[in-house]
C-alpha cells in the first residue's frame, strides 16, 4: 500500500492518458460521507461548472502527476456532496474534528489516503493523528470520530 496526502496533491497536474496532455490540476476531494474514502478528484472548475474525476477514473498518483483514463473522463456533476465540495463547504481539509462525545479536537490538516484503492487512511489535526477505523462521518460542520 501507497499512502498520500490531500495537501501534497493538491495543485497536482493532472494528465489523460489517452491524449497524454494535460487537463487540469486537482482542486480537491470529494470524500465518501462515512470519510473512509475518496470518491471523486475535482480538477477544475467552480461551484455547479466543477469538473470530477471519479475515482475509477484514477490511474495513478505520481510524483508529478495524476493519471486518468482518458481526457472525457473528468465531467460536470448534478451531485450535492460533488458542488459542496465544489463551493468548499465539505472540504475535508479545514473541517472542524469532534468526538462522538462532543469535544472539539481542532481541524483537519491532512488526510492520508492508499492512492490505489482511495481508502482513507487517517486524519490529522497537526498534533494528533485519528486512524481512518475512528471516523464516524463528514458534514458540513465537522468530521465525527470516536471519542
Do not use: C
Given at each position: 500500500?501507497?499512502?498520500?496526502?490531500?495537501?501534497?496533491?493538491?495543485?497536482?497536474?493532472?494528465?489523460?492518458?489517452?491524449?497524454?496532455?494535460?487537463?487540469?490540476?486537482?482542486?480537491?476531494?470529494?470524500v465518501s460521507p462515512?470519510?473512509?474514502?475518496?470518491?471523486?478528484?475535482?480538477?477544475?472548475?467552480?461551484?455547479?461548472?466543477?469538473?470530477?474525476?471519479?475515482?475509477?477514473?484514477?490511474?495513478?498518483?505520481?510524483?508529478?502527476?495524476?493519471?486518468?483514463?482518458?481526457?472525457?473522463?473528468?465531467?460536470?456533476?448534478?451531485?450535492?456532496?460533488?458542488?459542496?465540495?465544489?463551493?468548499?463547504?465539505?472540504?475535508?481539509?479545514?473541517?472542524?474534528l469532534l468526538d462522538?462525545?462532543?469535544?472539539?479536537?481542532?481541524?483537519?490538516?491532512?488526510?492520508?489516503?492508499?492512492?490505489?484503492?482511495?481508502?482513507?487512511?487517517?486524519?490529522?489535526?497537526?498534533?494528533?493523528?485519528?486512524?481512518?477505523?475512528?471516523?464516524?462521518?463528514?458534514?458540513?460542520?465537522?468530521?465525527?470520530?470516536?471519542?
Open positions: 500500500m501507497s499512502t498520500r496526502t490531500i495537501t501534497s496533491t493538491i495543485n497536482r497536474n493532472v494528465i489523460a492518458l489517452d491524449t497524454a496532455e494535460s487537463i487540469g490540476s486537482v482542486t480537491s476531494f470529494v462515512a470519510a473512509d474514502r475518496i470518491e471523486k478528484v475535482q480538477i477544475g472548475g467552480r461551484r455547479k461548472h466543477a469538473m470530477f474525476a471519479a475515482w475509477a477514473d484514477i490511474e495513478s498518483f505520481g510524483d508529478d502527476a495524476v493519471m486518468v483514463t482518458s481526457a472525457e473522463a473528468p465531467a460536470e456533476s448534478e451531485d450535492e456532496r460533488d458542488i459542496d465540495t465544489a463551493k468548499g463547504t465539505l472540504d475535508i481539509i479545514g473541517a472542524r462522538t462525545a462532543g469535544f472539539e479536537h481542532g481541524v483537519v490538516t491532512d488526510v492520508s489516503f492508499d492512492d490505489s484503492t482511495g481508502e482513507i487512511v487517517s486524519l490529522t489535526n497537526g498534533s494528533e493523528d485519528h486512524l481512518a477505523a475512528a471516523v464516524r462521518s463528514l458534514g458540513t460542520y465537522a468530521v465525527v470520530v470516536d471519542r
